[in-house]
């Protein structure tokens, strides 16, 4: 299996803990690009939260944010493999 690193991962859908959202839920979002300090995404839990602070219900372009890489405590991807269980298969 092969490196994986936040530039592999742009264009694809990854959940994740943004802090700033909820200390604990995920939330998915799509990876649109990466710098040094963090990464670029489209999230449509911070597009609402935008939306409703400014008091819109919708926005003529899909908004991208940056968010630092100390806004994100935990970022999962999965891998087009089947993932088993050791645990269920005695292993």
């Keep these: 299996m092969e490196t994986i690193n936040f530039t592999k991962l742009i264009g694809k859908e990854v959940l994740g803990i943004i802090t700033m ?3 604990i839920l995920l939330q ?3 990876v649109r ?7 670029w995404v489209e ?3 911070l597009t609402n939260l935008v939306l ?3 008091g819109l219900s919708s926005a003529p372009r899909t ?3 940056f968010l630092s890489f ?3 405590k935990f970022v999962h991807y999965s891998e087009d493999v089947p993932a088993l269980s050791e645990k269920a298969l005695g292993i």
């Design 70 to 72: 100390q806004e994100l």
């Design 21 to 23: 959202l909820d200390p």
């Design 28 to 30: 998915r979002f799509i």
């Design 63 to 65: 908004p991208i944010f």
């Design 52 to 54: 409703e602070k400014l």
């Design 33 to 39: 690009g990466v710098e040094g300090g963090g990464v």
């Design 43 to 45: 999230c449509q839990a």
